[in-house]
């Protein structure tokens, strides 16, 4: 119960820190994260690891409101 409770206080943290670019953090918390919850939030936290790599190489800019929407082919 305290890894499952520790795994979504670090998955709330991502998400947080995410709108407040903090790359870093963001980072730390995936290595951790995925593999979690039976592997169900990977394809997610690899499409943030994605777009946060974007994000340092190329700055979301000041109209970036950290809103995760899910990117359809």
């Known amino acids: 119960m305290q890894l499952t409770e520790s795994k979504r206080n670090l998955h709330n943290g991502l998400l947080e ?9 963001c980072h ?3 290595d951790h994260l ?5 592997n ?3 394809s997610f936290y690899e499409d943030v690891r994605n777009r946060i790599n974007v994000y340092m190489e190329n700055d979301p800019g000041d109209m970036w409101d950290g809103i995760i929407e ?3 082919a």
């Open 17 to 25: 820190n995410y709108r407040q670019r903090n790359w870093d953090y």
């Open 28 to 30: 730390q918390a995936l």
């Open 34 to 38: 995925i593999g979690s919850w039976s």
């Open 40 to 42: 169900e939030l990977d």
């Open 70 to 72: 899910k990117h359809t």
